[in-house]
């Protein structure tokens, strides 16, 4: 049976939802729906009627493209407000011939009870390896033998009020939240790989109005702060030099601008009219130097907060957000934050995008978390799976006809 699952990620730009199906290790995507968000304020939600107006829409969309309702979710959130703790959990094993994943399940139980932060709700554990009997460090214990398994855990906490408002948002909605997962966890799901797996770098997630640095060690998020500053700036700065309204200096940015003057030309102008009728030359190297100062300045200003954040010795820098799409970003961002700085490459299809990151990774890790523990899941009964079954077998169809004719 096909297994399939939901994410969302209410953004402060829009709201992006996907349904994707896990088919041994290639994740393929059944449906996906973005709408423009409203009721929030420079990062934070100040309707949360708004938003849930838009998160209907937004589940509206997916309903109408697969004929199927979305019940059941993982959620990604921005981690505000957010703190660590690191305890020990040790447990007896059910069967001493060979650690399963309920012994991990019982693990991370354990850790969780020993930690309760008033304010704070736990939201994601992470064990530190493991050890067995032989006391030895293992990433996966499951198959061998042991009396006990013994690991340290991460715990991660985030603010109650601010993990509230997010609940409280799905629950007008009518939806059951089956995980949750902090975005910049979400983000290095969606990169992971098993090189960074054994390394200490940086994740750099440029939002519509605020940028988060992570910190992550071998997987496991040790760090993260919140810069003000972000893909809004841009616009805003467009708007001011040109006097446009902000969605028109959005459309010029994403149709026009280029993030780096090494890559714009001169000579190619575009003739616009501004908020007051007038008609405007706009060359596309003049735009640009607009762009890149503000990129240059957020990158800057990662750059110093990652020195803040750490000390230790970075392996990668990796950046995410709709802004790194533009032209000449990694030439920008590797003079700023050197040699070791990329931007990430989507490669799953019809989400070739990285504002889709948070939303691919948000279901991945869900997906791993289960095959740590292993445990199934589906967020659909076998009626709705077999349903899409049939969306996919009459796409496939239309997809031959037109190839034929």
Same mark, same amino acid.
């Given at each position: ?277 007038? $008609? ?103 009626? $709705? ?21």
């Amino acid at each position: 049976m096909k297994k399939v699952y939901t994410g969302i990620d209410i953004g402060e730009n829009s709201i992006k939802i996907a349904v994707m199906e896990k088919t041994l290790d290639t994740y393929n995507l059944l449906a996906k729906s973005e709408v423009k968000t409203k009721g929030f304020e420079k990062g934070k939600i100040i309707d949360i009627k708004a938003v849930a107006n838009c998160l209907t829409e937004a589940l509206d969309n997916i309903s109408k493209e697969l004929n199927i309702p979305i019940s059941k979710v993982i959620l990604s959130v921005i981690p505000k407000d957010v703190t660590y703790d690191i305890v020990d959990s040790k447990v007896k094993t059910i069967d001493p011939n060979m650690v399963c994943g309920e012994d991990v399940t019982n693990l991370i139980k354990e850790a969780a009870k020993k930690n309760n932060k008033e304010g704070y709700e736990l939201v994601n554990s992470f064990p530190i390896g493991y050890k067995l009997d032989d006391n030895k460090l293992h990433m996966d214990p499951k198959g061998l033998k042991s009396n006990y398994l013994y690991s340290k855990v991460l715990l991660t906490f985030i603010n109650r009020k601010d993990l509230y408002e997010y609940l409280n948002i799905l629950n007008i909605c009518n939806l059951e939240v089956v995980d949750i997962v902090l975005n910049p966890v979400a983000d290095y799901y969606a990169i992971k790989n098993k090189k960074i797996d054994k390394e200490v770098g940086i994740i750099i997630d440029i939002g519509e109005s605020e940028t988060t640095i992570s910190v992550f060690n071998k997987g496991i998020m040790i760090k993260s702060s919140i810069i003000s500053g972000g893909s809004r700036n841009v616009d805003h700065d467009i708007s001011y030099i040109y006097k446009l309204g902000t969605k028109e200096a959005r459309i010029l940015k994403e149709s026009y601008a280029l993030a780096s003057t090494r890559y714009a030309d001169k000579y190619d102008v575009l003739e616009i009219k501004d908020e007051a009728g007038q $008609l405007e030359k706009i060359s596309q190297y003049k735009l640009t130097e607009i762009v890149e100062a503000r990129v240059e300045e957020l990158l800057n200003l990662a750059k110093k907060e990652i020195k803040t954040l750490t000390n230790r010795k970075i392996s990668y820098i990796i950046i995410l957000g709709g802004l790194s799409e533009m032209t000449g970003f990694n030439y920008i961002a590797s003079s700023i934050l050197g040699e070791k700085a990329s931007v990430w490459s989507s490669t799953t299809i019809g989400m070739r995008h990285n504002k889709y990151a948070t939303l691919i990774g948000t279901i991945k890790y869900f997906v791993d978390k289960l095959d740590m523990r292993s445990k199934s899941y589906n967020m659909l009964d076998a009626d $709705l799976i077999n349903e899409i079954s049939k969306i996919d077998e009459n796409k496939m169809k239309e997809q031959i006809d037109l190839m034929l004719n």
